[in-house]
């Protein structure tokens, strides 16, 4: 039934493709270095992407998503539904103390078949952008996440890695796999971006 309602409303659903380069754990805490193969996400592509300032995260989600989802199922120039993929990421800025920042940036993986020629949204706030490649440091957790959750996700990761590994520290992301209507088995994710420096 969640697979025809999910089916009927987005099409289709893409999961990015990586490859796992390297696993570790410290305690309770469980990593993963990934980078992307194949036309992957993490390889870059275009995106959709909302940012909303001024509200906290929670909210802020809850602004932005629905904006990509009605994008996604036909706001758009074309009138066309796309399809989904997963895992939906969205950006957010940490304070020195670790608390979150009232920012956050929604990026939508456009499908595949869309990469080369996205439909125009609809809704002002959306904006096409191209995103490079990005390596991660990546912890996975279930539940319905909100903002602490991951906060709290992301400061076991950063502990967990220690000095042994170099990481954007002004952003991370945050994503989730599965539709709301799915109560249990739920994944979501912390992504910390690999830096070379």
């Given at each position: ?24 754990s410290k305690g309770d ?19 959709a992407t909302v940012e ?67 439909p125009a949204p609809s ?75």
């Amino acid at each position: 039934m969640l697979g025809m309602i999910k089916n009927s409303l987005f099409g289709s659903v893409e999961t990015w493709p990586w490859q796992v380069l390297s696993k570790g754990s410290k305690g309770d805490v469980f990593y993963e270095e990934r980078a992307c193969e194949g036309d992957g996400a993490c390889e870059g592509g275009k995106f959709a992407t909302v940012e909303v300032t001024d509200k906290p995260v929670d909210e802020a989600l809850r602004e932005a998503m629905p904006k990509v989802m009605k994008y996604v199922g036909g706001s758009n120039d074309k009138g066309l539904g796309m399809g989904m993929t997963v895992p939906i990421s969205f950006a957010v800025f940490p304070s020195d103390d670790g608390d979150l920042q009232k920012k956050l940036k929604v990026w939508f993986r456009i499908p595949n078949k869309f990469q080369s020629d996205p439909p125009a949204p609809s809704d002002d706030s959306i904006k096409i952008e191209d995103r490079e490649g990005i390596t991660v440091y990546s912890t996975q957790f279930g539940g319905y996440a909100k903002a602490a959750d991951y906060a709290a996700q992301a400061a076991q990761l950063r502990s967990a890695l220690e000095s042994t590994a170099k990481y954007q520290t002004d952003f991370y992301f945050c994503t989730g796999y599965d539709p709301p209507m799915k109560p249990y088995g739920r994944r979501n994710e912390v992504w910390l971006v690999k830096s070379s420096e």
